[in-house]
C-alpha cells in the first residue's frame, strides 16, 4: 500500500530535550515536505527537500533541522524544542516538486513540548 | 505574496442542509493550482480536489461541488445534502508555479460540524 508514515504519532517531551520525528515514504517520491499545523493559522511548511541532499526552508523553518540521506526518508529534528513548538506536524511527499502536484500526507505527529 | 483566506472559521448546519465553504486566494502567478483537504477528527488530510488555473469549469463530484471563479479569486466548495460524517475541517489551499517546490499555501481551515 502506498502510504507516508511517521513516528512517533504522539510525543510529550520537555524544553530542550532533543527529538526526531521520523518521516517515510514507499513511493519513490523525489519530493517531500514537512508543515506544522497551528489553530486559525492553517498548515505552514517548515521545510522541503527536492531530492537525496537536496534540502531547503520554507516558511517557519526556525528551530528545526532536516536531513535527506535516502531518498525515502526525510526526518525532522529538533534540537532544543521549545513550548512553541507544540503542534500538530505532518510530512508530505509528491513525485516531484513542480506546482500543482498531488502531495499525499502522513497521519500526523503531536507534539507537545512542557 | 501568495494568501489563501478562508473567513468562515465554524459552520454549523443540521444533516440535509445545503452548505458552502468560502476561499479567497491571493497569486501573482498565472499559472497556479488550487485544492481542497479534508481533516475529518481522526486528523489525517483527505485530498479531495486539485484545479488549475487555466481550468474553470465547476466540478461536481456525488454531493461535492466546487465553483472556481478567477475574476473573483475565488475556489468555494460546496456540499449538498449534508451528512453527520461530513463534520470536518476543511482546507482550501494553492501551489502556484514559482513557489519553493511544490509548497502549497493553507487557508486557515473551515471547521464544519453536521448535526443530526
Known amino acids: 500500500e502506498a502510504q507516508v508514515t511517521q513516528n512517533p504519532r504522539y510525543l510529550i517531551t520537555v524544553t530542550g530535550k532533543k527529538l526526531t520525528v521520523t518521516c517515510s515514504q514507499n513511493?519513490?517520491?523525489?519530493?517531500m515536505s514537512w508543515y506544522r499545523q497551528d489553530p486559525g493559522l492553517g498548515l505552514r511548511q517548515i521545510y522541503y527537500?527536492?531530492?537525496?541532499?537536496?534540502?531547503d526552508k520554507g516558511d517557519v523553518p526556525e528551530g528545526y533541522k532536516v536531513s535527506r540521506k535516502e531518498k525515502r526518508n526525510f526526518p525532522l529534528i529538533l534540537e532544543s524544542p521549545s513550548p512553541n513548538q507544540t503542534s500538530l506536524y505532518f510530512c508530505?511527499?509528491?513525485?516531484?516538486?513542480?506546482?500543482?502536484?498531488?502531495?499525499?500526507f502522513g497521519p500526523g505527529t503531536r507534539l507537545t513540548v512542557l | 505574496a501568495q494568501k489563501v483566506t478562508q473567513a468562515q472559521t465554524e459552520i454549523s448546519v443540521v444533516e440535509k442542509e445545503d452548505v458552502t465553504l468560502d476561499c479567497v486566494y491571493e497569486t501573482r502567478d498565472t499559472t497556479y493550482y488550487l485544492f481542497w483537504y479534508k481533516q475529518p477528527p481522526s486528523g489525517e488530510l483527505v485530498f479531495l480536489i486539485r484545479r488549475n488555473s487555466f481550468d474553470e469549469q465547476n466540478e461536481i463530484s456525488g454531493r461535492y461541488s466546487w465553483n472556481f471563479q478567477k475574476s473573483t479569486s475565488s475556489f468555494n466548495f460546496t456540499i449538498t445534502a449534508s451528512q453527520v460524517v461530513d463534520s470536518a475541517v476543511y482546507f482550501c489551499?494553492?501551489?502556484?508555479?514559482?513557489?519553493?517546490?511544490?509548497?502549497?499555501?493553507f487557508g486557515q481551515g473551515t471547521e464544519l460540524s453536521v448535526k443530526p
Open positions: 508530505a511527499s509528491s513525485f516531484s516538486g513542480g506546482a500543482g502536484r498531488e502531495q499525499f
Open positions: 489551499a494553492l501551489s502556484g508555479v514559482y513557489n519553493q517546490g511544490g509548497k502549497l499555501i
Open positions: 527537500s527536492m531530492n537525496v541532499e537536496v534540502t
Open positions: 513511493m519513490n517520491h523525489e519530493y
